[in-house]
Structure formats: C-alpha cells, structure tokens
C-alpha cells in the first residue's frame, strides 16, 4: 500500500485563545477527491491552509507528499495546485497573460508555459477568450481561469478552496465538469465546500467539520446510510393549524418540526403515508424524497446560523 499523499494527527490550529482547529485527524490517498464539509467558521480553510503550507501548525503532526510543512514548506507548494476562495486574478491583464505570468513563478521555460497554456486554455474552455482583458469576463470564466492557472505548473495534487461560491447554477455545473475530468485523470483533488450537492457529486470521502471538530467521515453514501433514513416525508399543514408530537408519534424513526413545515425519516415512505392517511390528519402539502447529505449535514451541525 501506498503512504496517503496527506496524513494529520492530531492536528491542530489556534490563534490565540482561539482554536480554529481542534486535535483532527484524517488522510488524503492518491487519486481521490478528499472534501472538507462544513458550517462558516468549521475550521474548514484553516486545515487547507496547514496543507497548503501557508500557516503553521499549533500542534499535532502532518505531512505532505510525506514531508513536514515547517521544513519543506517550498517543496510542497511547488507539487501543489491552489485555487483560493478569491480569485486573485490580475484583471487589467489579459487571460494569456494571466496564465504565462503564473507559469514563471515556478521557473518554467517559456517554451513549456506557452504549450501547457494550449492545453489549458481548451481544458477551460477559454480560447476565444486567451486575448481578453480578465475583468469584463463572467464570474464563471474567471473561475475557470483560476483552476487553469493552478494546473500550470502539473501539481501533484489540487487544493481548492470554496471552488464555486458565488456561481450560478450553470456555472457551477460547468465548473463541475472541469474537476471532475480531472478526477478522472487521476488528479488528487481536496475540495473545501458548504454545497451538499457538490460534495455528492463530486467527493469520494469527506469529513464533515463543526466548530473546528471532525464529526463524521466516510463517503456521501455510507453518512447518507449511518446518520439518515432512505426516505423524508415533509408535511405541511395548514396556516393556523397545530398538530402535537402526540399526532405524529410512531409514523418515523425521527420526526423534526420546523416552524414551516414537519420531517418525517423514516425508511419506508410508502408505510408512514398509508399510517398518515389512517389517522386523517389535516395536511396541506405532501413531499416524499430520498435522504441526502443536506439531511446528515444538518442533524450532525444543527440548523443555527453562524456568523
């Protein structure tokens, strides 16, 4: 077996009194795509950066590419891909520019920078784009260009922070589409993300973060099965009307009231409408669906926002 590209233990961030990190422990093996799931202020960001070599570790060990961050810190973010929150493009540059300026930085031949720019601007979709000025481009394509430029110098593995925030959903999903080509190149990939959906799509394991806490990890489809129900009946009822835990009792394994509308999880959608039918309750609306990560998110970070 091979050593995992990324292996933390114990890991841990603090600024001050603050830890932002809390004693977390988990691996990155070669070829996967490794993601981070979690609330504003998980300490999502904070681990990508101990990764990335950017912020010291606290306490705890990890390595990269089996090397310690705090001595081979130039080393690792050479082999690296970074593609930040911001897209911290030089806009009054052109989007060839953008992509040969960055080359430099990590000392390519211009030779070499000019060809991989080639292939980068088809990977991204950007070719008749490669003359434009950056700023008047979509915030898709700038996306896009960012994840192209952290390709330039072939990393041995991405870091992406956040990837598609801000994005409509046709962008999001072109966006998608882009890593998971590269997925399937077999590019290591560790993705940041508060999007359900864009975790099931695309992370072959993740860990779910809280208040700088893993609480659970595995894949979208073993948290979907050890934390959730197959099914969720949302219940509406009418404006006015009160309906008590005593009306609902037996129909689910879980029952959640929320002030708009009533969670029903329970493992078989058919049963608990033929029970709900029985009992003549007065509903409004009702939707059946299939669990999702959304529902395992929330019940392991709760449905406070945080600030």
């Not at 310690?68 to 897209?87: F, K, Y």
């Not at 590019?187 to 700088?212: F, N, P, S, W």
Request: net charge negative; charged share 30%; glycine share 8%.
């Amino acid at each position: 077996m091979t050593e995992p590209l990324v292996r933390a233990v114990d890991l841990t961030k603090k600024f001050g009194n603050f830890t932002a990190v809390d004693s977390v422990d988990f691996t990155v093996e070669a070829g996967e795509v490794f993601g981070f799931l979690g609330p504003n202020g998980a300490g999502k960001s904070s681990t990508m950066k101990m990764i990335g070599s950017v912020s010291p570790v606290t306490s705890g060990e990890l390595t990269v590419f089996g090397l310690d961050p705090d001595g081979d810190g130039a080393t690792i973010r050479s082999r690296l891909g970074v593609v930040p929150q911001d897209n911290l493009l030089d806009t009054e540059l052109t989007v060839f520019e953008n992509l040969f300026i960055y080359g430099r930085y990590f000392d390519l031949p211009k030779a070499v920078i000019r060809k991989r720019i080639e292939e980068l601007l088809d990977f991204a979709q950007l070719e008749d784009r490669r003359n434009d000025l950056v700023e008047p481009l979509s915030g898709g394509m700038k996306r896009r260009l960012t994840i192209a430029r952290a390709l330039i110098n072939q990393p041995d593995m991405m870091l992406l922070d956040e990837p598609t925030t801000g994005l409509d959903p046709q962008a999001r999903h072109a966006l998608w589409d882009r890593l998971y080509r590269l997925k399937r190149q077999g590019v290591t990939l560790i993705i940041t993300t508060h999007y359900m959906d864009e975790a099931e799509q695309l992370c072959d394991r993740l860990v779910i973060m809280d208040k700088g806490k893993i609480v659970a990890e595995g894949s979208p489809r073993e948290l979907i099965e050890r934390f959730a129900t197959r099914d969720v009946v949302e219940l509406r009822f009418p404006v006015g009307h009160e309906v008590g835990q005593e009306d609902l009792t037996g129909l689910a394994k879980r029952i959640e009231a929320l002030p708009d509308r009533t969670l029903l999880y329970t493992d078989s959608a058919d049963q608990t409408l033929a029970d709900l039918a029985a009992r003549a309750l007065d509903i409004e609306s009702t939707i059946v669906r299939r669990s999702t990560l959304e529902d395992v998110f929330l019940r392991l970070t709760g449905r406070t926002l945080v600030d």
